[in-house]
């Protein structure tokens, strides 16, 4: 049964950088992509990018100047940094699991709240 | 890539029935079968209800039931139950070689 577990710094000051991971338990990295979903408070899903395990990025183009995905093949999981953040950063942030077109296997979110 | 459009919200009485949904463009909804629909309930993480447009994932319930014509696929719930309150979310493939999520529906059960 695959598990996502995902950890990193849930309060940060605008300007820094967004750092964070994702595991993957009970199940290999290979032949799937991973993506990364945010939802600000309140508010509606947002899709953040996708990575293989080649390595092959791909983003949302509204994201794509400050997002940076990586993999970790070694480790069997993924990574998310996000710089220059701001208040409209503030989000819970997912990672998750491409069966096909479409995400399976969610990890259980991180708040991740920018504020000075 | 604008958010798909969703009706904000839906409601219905137990048993009833009632369709959401989520309009796109051709380069996403329209030039694809691969939409997908996502049940959330507060505080919790989205699951699957439906992948490529009409597929049932293991251990979903028939009540839920997906189509698509042009740009728009929808979601029906059959015989609506309390439990079916939540947020619900489509999601599409794109050109770009990415995803777009709908604006999300929160259906009421009356």
């Known amino acids: 049964h695959v598990q996502l577990q995902q950890w990193g710094a849930g309060l940060l000051k605008p300007s820094e950088t967004l750092s964070l991971t994702c595991a993957v338990h009970g199940g290999s990295l290979s032949g799937y992509y991973w993506s990364w979903v945010r939802q600000p408070p309140g508010k509606g899903l947002e899709w953040i990018g996708q990575?293989?395990?080649?390595?092959?990025?791909s983003y949302n183009p509204s994201l794509r100047s400050r997002v940076t995905i990586s993999i970790d093949t070694s480790k069997n999981q993924f990574s998310l940094r996000l710089s220059s953040v701001a208040a409209a950063d503030t989000a819970v942030y997912y990672c998750?699991?491409?069966?096909?077109?479409?995400?399976?296997?969610w990890g259980q979110g991180t708040l991740v709240t920018v504020s000075s | 890539q604008s958010a798909l459009t969703q009706p904000a919200s839906v409601s219905g009485s137990p048993g009833q029935s009632i369709t959401i949904s989520c309009t796109g463009s051709?380069?996403?909804?329209?030039?694809?079968?691969?939409v997908s629909w996502y049940q959330q309930h507060p505080g919790k993480v989205p699951k699957v209800l439906i992948y490529d447009v009409t597929i049932r994932p293991s251990g979903i319930s028939n009540r839920f039931s997906g189509s698509k014509s042009g740009n728009t696929a929808s979601l029906t719930i059959s015989g609506l139950q309390t439990e079916d309150e939540a947020d619900y979310y489509c999601?599409?493939?794109?050109?770009?070689?990415?995803?777009?999520f709908g604006t999300g529906t929160k259906v009421t059960v009356l």
């Open positions: 990575i293989n395990h080649y390595g092959s990025t």
């Open positions: 999601n599409s493939y794109t050109s770009g070689n990415g995803y777009v």
């Open positions: 998750a699991r491409h069966g096909g077109y479409y995400q399976d296997y």
């Open positions: 051709s380069s996403d909804v329209g030039g694809y079968n691969h």
